[in-house]
C-alpha cells in the first residue's frame, strides 16, 4: 500500500533578456547558499483506518465448542459492524474504536442435558495508542485497551429467566482487544516507516534542475539536514512540519553532475519551529544593443549650453572594456568629438537602475581649441550621464517575481503542491561580459511543499 511519497521538484524563474546570449558567466562562480525548504506534512487519520482495516477481518472472532474452556457450554461469534474508526487525541495518541456486533449462544442444566438459548448484541471496543515519531524516521505505536460501550447488553431471554452474560462475554473481549493491540502496533511499526521516503525525497534533491533554458542556468539543491516539528494531533489528521536544511547552487553551461545518492538519511532533529526561507540565486542578461538603445532614447538630439554655445548629441553607444561600461557620445556644435565615459555599473535601489561609479571622461576631437574647453564641457556631460543614465530594472524585477511566484505555486504531482511567495528580490551584482550586462539577483522567498494523501 502507499503510504507516503515526499518529492520534490525545485522550479525557478523565466530569466528577462532581449536575445539569445551566449554563456557570459563562464568565469563567474555562484556561491553556495545556504537556505531551507519546508515540507508541512498532513497524515489523514483515514488512510491509517483503512491501514488497520485490512489487517482486521470481518469475522473477529468464533468460539464453536460448547465444551471447551472447562465445558462452559457457550458459544460465540464476534463481527465488525463498521470500519475500525481513528480519532486524534490531545496528548500525540489516538483514540481507536472497534464497533462489533456479537452472537452468543448459551446452555443451562444438568447432568448433560441442557438448553440452549441465543442472542445478538452490540458493543463498541476502545482503544488508546499514543505515537512517538523517533528520529530515526520510525514511528512507534503502544496500543492499551480502554474498555466497552455497550450498545445493547448481552442478555439470554429464557421467558421467565434472563440471565445476563456480560461477565461472560467480556472475558472474550479482552482477550481479544490484547491481540488487538499486538496487530495495531504491528502494523503501524510496519508501515509508518518513513526512511524510506526521506531516503528519497533526499535524492530526488540531488538532481539539478533547469532554471533557464535560455540562459542554460541550473540549479542544483544539496540537503544537509532535516528538523521536524513535533506530530499535532487533530480529529481527522495528524500534522507535521519538515524543514530541509539545503545548499542551493546556480550553474552555467552544462548540467552540472548529479551529487551521489545516498543509501541512509541521517537522523532528523526535533525541534519547536523551522525555517522557512528560501533563498535562491538567478541572472538576467542586458545586451549592449538594448543598453545602446535605452542611452539613444534618453540623450540623442540633447544640447546644452557651453560658452553661449550649443553641443548636441547626435549619437550613443554603449559597450564594455574589463569591468567598465563604456559610453561613447557623438556631439556636434560648439565641441564636435566624441566624448567617452566611462564606469562601474552598480545596482542602484533608490532609482531601481543599473547605473555608473567610478566615472571617468575622455574627449577625442581634432580641434585642439576645443580641448581648452573640455574642462567645462566634461563637468556638464558627466553630469547629465551621472544623473540622468540608468538600465531600469523594474520590469526585470517584476518578471523575474512573477515567473518565480507561478513556479512556486503549481502542484507537479496529485497531492504534492508547492507554495511560495518572494519577500525580496534585487540585482547585488553586475557583471560584465563581451556582449552586454549580466545582473545576478538574489531572490528570498517562502518555499513550502504540502503533501496531502498517500
Do not use: H
Not at 508541512?40 to 483515514?46: D, R, Y
Not at 543598453?291 to 540623442?300: D, E, P, Y
Amino acid at each position: 500500500m502507499k503510504f507516503i511519497k515526499i518529492l520534490f521538484l525545485a522550479a525557478g524563474a523565466s530569466i528577462f533578456g532581449q536575445t539569445t546570449v551566449d554563456n557570459q558567466l563562464a568565469t563567474y562562480n555562484f556561491p553556495k547558499i545556504k537556505s531551507s525548504i519546508t515540507m508541512p506534512v498532513t497524515i489523514p487519520l483515514s488512510e491509517l483506518s483503512n491501514m488497520v482495516n485490512a489487517s482486521v477481518k470481518d469475522l473477529v472472532y468464533q468460539d464453536d465448542s460448547y465444551t471447551d474452556n472447562n465445558n462452559d457450554q457457550f458459544k460465540v461469534k464476534v463481527w465488525k459492524t463498521r470500519p475500525i474508526r481513528l480519532v486524534g487525541g490531545t496528548s500525540q495518541n489516538l483514540l481507536i474504536e472497534v464497533p462489533l456486533k456479537i452472537w452468543a449462544e448459551k446452555g443451562i442444566g444438568t447432568l448433560g442435558v441442557y438448553t440452549y438459548q441465543n442472542t445478538t448484541f452490540e458493543t463498541v471496543m476502545s482503544f488508546n495508542t499514543t505515537v512517538t515519531f523517533k528520529n530515526n524516521w520510525t514511528i512507534i505505536t503502544n496500543t492499551r485497551p480502554n474498555g466497552f460501550r455497550w450498545v445493547t447488553k448481552p442478555v439470554l431471554d429464557y421467558g421467565r429467566i434472563q440471565i445476563p452474560i456480560t461477565s461472560i462475554v467480556e472475558k472474550s473481549l479482552k482477550e481479544q482487544q490484547e491481540k488487538f493491540c499486538k496487530t495495531i502496533d504491528q502494523q503501524m511499526a510496519t508501515q509508518l516507516n518513513f526512511q524510506q521516503y526521506a531516503l528519497m525525497a533526499w535524492n530526488t534533491f540531488l538532481q539539478p534542475f533547469n532554471i533557464s533554458e535560455e540562459y542554460n542556468t541550473w540549479l542544483k539543491v544539496s540537503p544537509v539536514g532535516v528538523n521536524i516539528t513535533p506530530l499535532k494531533f487533530y480529529g481527522n489528521q495528524i500534522n507535521a512540519t519538515l524543514g530541509v536544511d539545503i545548499y542551493s547552487e546556480t550553474f552555467t553551461g552544462s548540467k552540472p553532475a548529479a551529487s551521489s545518492p545516498v543509501t541512509s538519511v541521517a537522523n532528523f532533529n526535533t525541534t519547536p519551529i523551522v525555517a522557512d526561507k528560501f533563498i535562491l540565486q538567478t541572472t538576467a542578461n542586458i545586451p549592449f544593443t538594448e543598453a545602446s538603445n535605452m542611452a539613444r532614447k534618453t540623450f540623442l538630439n540633447k544640447e546644452f549650453d557651453v560658452r553661449d554655445s550649443k553641443v548636441k548629441v547626435t549619437d550613443v553607444r554603449v559597450y564594455g572594456v574589463d569591468n567598465r561600461v563604456i559610453i561613447e557620445a557623438q556631439t556636434d556644435g560648439y565641441i564636435k568629438g566624441t566624448s567617452i565615459i566611462s564606469g562601474i555599473p552598480v545596482y542602484d535601489e533608490m532609482k531601481r537602475k543599473i547605473v555608473l561609479s567610478e566615472t571617468k571622461f575622455k574627449l577625442k576631437t581634432t580641434n585642439i581649441l576645443q580641448k581648452t574647453a573640455s574642462l567645462l564641457f566634461q563637468g556638464k556631460i558627466v553630469k547629465m550621464i551621472e544623473e540622468e543614465y540608468g538600465i531600469p530594472t523594474q520590469e526585470l524585477e517584476e518578471t523575474s517575481r512573477k515567473s518565480i511566484e507561478e513556479a512556486f505555486n503549481k502542484e507537479y504531482y496529485k497531492g504534492l503542491k508547492m507554495n511560495g511567495k518572494v519577500f525580496n528580490l534585487k540585482p547585488s551584482k553586475i557583471l560584465l561580459n563581451n556582449t552586454g550586462i549580466t545582473a545576478v539577483i538574489d531572490t528570498n522567498a517562502s518555499l513550502k511543499l504540502f503533501v496531502n494523501g498517500f
